[in-house]
């Protein structure tokens, strides 16, 4: 567990810039609104795993105690336009994560990561009382992975590093213009996507609370969204191309596993796009059954009809989400089942252009991370 003098000097540097800032905001007569206001947050946090059904995940799971801090640094835009107003000013930034399971088998991780709060529209008792839903996702480190000779009870987590996700709800109350009390519950996960196995992931169900204080100073402008204009219908046309690390056996190689994806994107609202697409992948080595081998190409591919869609947070960010049905697949790929879901971040660095990285996994289990690169045709007359 973090020691008391650590948790005591992470509180003074929560609280201090609050009287900091508050102490010398009378001094400034100039009236000057940032671009952005920032945050800075520090929560504790406990919970309990999620064990897996097995005598290994419950022998681990009895033996754990979780308790972990959580550092954040946010940035609220102040700037009046359409995805502003629309997802109430959210709040984007970094985090850094310590924890400690007291476990012999895991290790004591940690993580850097991004995150983006998003508020509910309605709050309450005049405004002190509020609500949002964040995600956090980032590069965890420091675990005690599975080795078959010194760790072997461990079947959760094959490697040092790992993808860290967090998803919830958060609740908070306005203590003074300064500061806010905040609590949090939601889901976390810990996996590397199948670079490395084992790789069965960790899963806690974890509950937050702290404090939330502004910096500095700003105005944000709520006025009514009938000042936008209507949003003008679009299509999309997507194709990209992925490529991942794959590990099919403990101890066993790493491979590379390619993709290339099309898909047709309606938009008819600022916040998302939606259609069909077609997945192909290609798997030149994997798990095979006996004396087979892989000797044509479709005993390395496999082909998938994907209900797709993309949650437009900005206007050149987006979360690509998909579940995808195949049409035909190779089970000694490690793709196990019918469907597969899909989940990431997106970045269009230009109108046409944009990367990213997805998870692709079955029935929550992980396939691979998909670093993608791809190319979108469409005509866009909305003025953002």
């Given amino acids: 567990m973090p ?40 929560l504790m946090e406990t919970g309990p795993m999620i064990p897996k059904n097995t005598d290994w995940g419950e022998f681990i799971n009895n033996g754990l105690n979780y308790t972990a801090l959580d550092l954040r640094l946010g940035f609220k835009n102040t700037r009046k336009n359409i995805y502003n107003q629309i997802y109430r000013y959210p709040t984007y930034g970094f985090g850094l994560y310590t924890t400690t399971f007291k476990n012999d088998y895991i290790g004591q991780p940690n ?22 839903y964040f995600a956090a996702f980032g590069l965890a480190f420091n675990f005690k992975p599975y080795d078959p000779d010194n760790n072997p009870i461990n079947q959760f987590i094959g490697s040092h590093k790992n993808g860290y996700v967090h998803v919830g709800f958060s609740m908070r109350y306005a203590l003074s213009p300064w500061l806010e009390l905040e609590t949090a519950i939601g889901l976390k996960h810990f996996s590397n996507g199948s670079i490395k196995k084992p790789n069965s992931g960790l899963n806690f169900i974890p509950f937050s609370i702290g404090l ?35 590990n099919y056996e403990i101890g066993g190689d790493v491979y590379l596993k390619w993709g290339f994806s099309v898909n047709y994107l309606k938009q008819r609202g600022y916040k998302l796009r939606y259609g069909l697409g077609v997945d192909m992948f290609y798997a030149d080595n994997g798990v095979l059954p006996g004396n087979w081998e892989k000797t044509g190409f479709m005993d390395k591919a496999s082909f998938a009809l994907v209900a797709s869609g993309e949650w437009v947070l900005k206007r050149n960010f987006s979360i690509p989400l998909g579940i995808g049905v195949y ?58």
């Fill in 327 to 384: 049409m035909h697949r190779n089970y000694f790929n490690d793709e196990p089942s019918a469907y597969y879901e899909r989940v990431g971040v997106r970045y269009r660095f230009s109108k046409q252009m944009f990367a990213g990285i997805t998870l692709k996994a079955h029935g929550f289990r992980a396939d691979f991370f998909e670093w993608t690169i791809g190319y979108s045709i469409f005509k866009d007359k909305n003025r953002y």
């Fill in 212 to 246: 939330k204080s502004a910096l500095n100073r700003a105005y944000f402008d709520k006025s009514n969204l009938s000042d936008f204009p209507k949003y003008i219908p679009n299509s999309h046309v997507n194709v990209w191309t992925s490529v991942g690390a794959k």
């Fill in 3 to 42: 020691s008391k003098p650590l948790v005591s000097g992470w509180i003074f540097l929560l609280v201090f810039p609050v009287y900091f800032a508050n102490a010398f905001s009378s001094l400034d007569t100039t009236i000057h609104n940032p671009i952005f206001q920032k945050h800075l947050s520090l």
């Fill in 111 to 132: 993580a850097f990561y991004a995150y983006a709060d998003l508020p509910f529209t309605k709050t309450y008792l005049k405004g002190r009382l509020s609500y949002s």
